[in-house]
C-alpha cells in the first residue's frame, strides 16, 4: 500500500527569518493603515465640525438681526439678516460638495439645504412686504402680511438653528466615538506588536540563540580536548547541518588524535634508540663473555663455575627480556583501559627505556612508596612520565637532579605524582603556552612540540589535571593529579 502522506515541510534558517520579517511588516502595515485611516477621518470629522460651527454662528448671526428687526423695526437689521442668511447657504453648499462622503445622511442635508434657502427667501419676502408698506406711509406693525412673514420666518430659523445645533452635536459625539475607537485599535496594536516580539524573541532564542550557545559550548570543550560530540540540533536548518558537520569533523579528530598519539610514541622510540641501545648491548655483552668461559672451561671438571655463569647469563636475558617488554609494551597501540598499577614499578619501566639518554652528571631520585597503586591507564601515564623526564633532561644540559615522586591525597581522593627537574625553569611568556600543540623552544630535529600537548590530552582524558610550576633560575615541577578512582574515556 502506497502511503500518500505528504512529509512535514521544513525551512532553513533564511526561510524562517525571511517568513517572520513578513509577518512582521504586515502586522505593521495593518496597524499603520488603520492608524492612518482613524487619523486622516478624525481630521475630516473636525473640519465638518469646524466647518458645521461657522455654519451655526453665520445663522444666529442672521437669527440675531432678525430679531433686532422686530424690535427696532429697523430695515437695515433685515438687510444683514439676509445677507448672513446668504453665507449660510454658501457655507452650507461648500459642506455639501466637498464633504459629501463624510455627510451621515445626505437626505437631511438636502433637507437642510432647502430650508436655508426657504428661510431666505421669507427674509427676502419680508423685506418686499416691508419695503412695500414704506411706502405706502402704513405702519408695519401694522400689517397682516407682515405679521404672518414674521411668524413664518420665526418659525424656520427656530428649526433651522435647532437643526444645525442637533448635527453639531451628533457630529462631536461621533469624533468622540471615533476617538475611543482609535484608542482601541491603538491598545490592539500595540499589544500585537508586543506579542509579535515575544514571539520573536522565543523565535531567536530557539532557532539562533540556543543552537549557536550548544556549538560555542561544544567547540569550547574541544578547545580543552574534550572531544565529545555535540548535541543533536534538530532545527532542520543550517544549524543542524553545522553541528552534523562538527559531528564529522570530531570523529575524524579523535581518529586523528589516535593516529597522533600514536606518531609521538614512534618520535619517542626514535629518541629512545641509542639509550636502548646501549642498554641491550651491555647484558647480550655479559652473555657472550660468559658463554665464551664456558667454551673455554668445557673440559674442567668444576660444574659449579659452569652453573654460576649459565646463572648470571640468565639474568642477563632476562634483563634484556624487560627491556624489550618494556619497549613493546610503550609502543603497543591499544584501547584505553584504567586497571591498578603499582606506581614504582611503572616508573622503573620507564626508566628502563630512558636511562641511556639520561647523562652522568643528572641525579634522578625516584621518591615512590613502594606498595603505591594509582587507578590509570599505564600505557598512556608511561607516555606522560617519558615526555617529562625528557623535557627535565633537556632542561639540565649542564647537570642536575631529577625528582620522581607521588602520594596519595586522601581528602581530595586523588592519586598525584610530579616529576620535578633543577633546570633553568621556563619564562614566563611561554608558561601560558606549553601544552599548545607543536609549541617548541628546541630546534627543529629535536623537538616536534606534540609531547605536553598529548600529556594534557592524555591527562584530561583520566579526568585529571597536569599544572607546571615554575620561574628563570628556579627549576621546573609538572604536577599531575588523578582521580583516585580512576577515569574514563571520553568519546
Not at 404672518?148 to 453639531?168: A, F
Not at 534538530?234 to 562538527?246: H, I, K, M
Not at 616508573?347 to 597503586?373: A, Q, R
Amino acid at each position: 500500500m502506497i502511503n500518500d502522506t505528504m512529509p512535514p515541510m521544513k525551512f532553513n534558517l533564511r526561510q524562517k527569518i525571511f517568513l517572520h520579517f513578513l509577518i512582521f511588516m504586515v502586522v505593521n502595515c495593518a496597524i499603520w493603515f488603520f492608524s492612518y485611516f482613524s487619523h486622516s477621518t478624525i481630521n475630516q470629522k473636525l473640519n465638518i465640525i469646524e466647518k458645521k460651527k461657522e455654519l451655526l454662528d453665520t445663522v444666529l448671526e442672521a437669527r440675531r438681526y432678525e430679531k433686532n428687526f422686530f424690535l427696532r423695526n429697523s430695515k437695515g437689521d433685515l438687510e444683514l439678516a439676509i445677507s448672513y442668511i446668504e453665507k449660510t447657504a454658501e457655507k452650507q453648499a461648500v459642506i455639501e460638495n466637498d464633504f459629501s462622503e463624510l455627510l451621515e445622511d445626505k437626505a437631511s442635508v438636502r433637507k437642510r439645504t432647502e430650508s436655508i434657502l426657504n428661510y431666505k427667501n421669507n427674509l427676502q419676502q419680508l423685506h418686499d412686504a416691508y419695503s412695500r408698506v414704506a411706502e405706502k406711509g402704513e405702519d408695519p406693525l401694522q400689517s397682516k402680511e407682515i405679521n404672518v412673514l414674521q411668524e413664518t420666518v420665526t418659525g424656520i430659523g427656530r428649526v433651522l438653528t435647532t437643526d444645525i445645533e442637533e448635527v453639531e452635536r451628533r457630529e462631536r459625539e461621533r469624533v468622540l466615538a471615533l476617538l475611543n475607537r482609535s484608542k482601541t485599535y491603538l491598545i490592539a496594536s500595540l499589544s500585537s506588536l508586543f506579542i509579535l516580539s515575544l514571539l520573536t524573541a522565543f523565535f531567536l532564542a530557539k532557532n539562533v540563540n540556543r543552537p549557536l550557545k550548544s556549538i560555542e559550548k561544544s567547540i569550547q570543550r574541544i578547545v580543552s580536548g574534550d572531544f565529545n560530540k555535540i548535541p543533536k540540533i534538530r532545527t532542520g536548518d543550517e544549524f543542524e547541518s553545522l553541528a552534523d558537520s562538527l559531528n564529522n569533523m570530531l570523529d575524524e579528530l579523535g581518529k586523528r588524535k589516535d593516529q597522533l598519539v600514536q606518531a609521538e610514541k614512534m618520535s619517542s622510540l626514535g629518541t629512545l634508540t641509542s639509550g636502548v641501545a646501549h642498554e641491550l648491548n651491555n647484558p647480550l655483552n655479559n652473555i657472550s663473555t660468559s658463554i665464551q668461559i664456558i667454551r673455554e672451561e668445557l673440559d674442567d671438571p668444576d660444574t659449579e663455575f659452569k652453573k654460576t655463569l649459565l646463572l648470571e647469563a640468565e639474568e642477563q636475558i632476562d634483563r634484556a627480556r624487560d627491556i624489550i617488554r618494556a619497549l613493546l609494551e610503550f609502543s603497543r597501540q591499544s584501547d584505553f583501559s584504567v586497571e591498578k598499577v603499582i606506581f614504582k614499578n611503572l616508573v622503573h619501566s620507564t626508566m628502563h627505556l630512558i636511562s641511556g639518554e639520561i647523562p652522568f652528571n643528572i641525579e634522578v631520585n625516584i621518591e615512590v612508596p613502594d606498595t603505591l597503586e594509582g587507578n590509570m591507564d599505564p600505557r598512556r601515564i608511561q607516555q606522560v612520565l617519558l615526555n617529562l623526564i625528557i623535557n627535565a633532561v633537556y632542561a639540565m644540559e649542564g647537570g642536575g637532579r631529577l625528582i620522581i615522586s607521588a602520594y596519595k591525597e586522601e581528602k581530595e581522593a586523588l592519586f598525584v605524582f610530579k616529576v620535578a627537574d633543577t633546570g633553568g625553569g621556563i619564562p614566563k611568556e611561554n608558561l601560558a603556552r606549553i601544552f599548545d600543540p607543536f609549541f617548541t623552544t628546541r630546534e627543529v630535529s629535536k623537538g616536534s612540540g606534540l609531547g605536553l600537548s598529548i600529556s594534557h590530552g592524555i591527562i584530561e582524558q583520566h579526568g585529571g589535571t597536569i599544572q607546571v610550576e615554575s620561574g628563570l633560575g628556579r627549576g621546573t615541577v609538572f604536577t599531575v593529579s588523578l582521580p583516585a578512582g580512576g577515569g574514563k574515556e571520553r568519546v
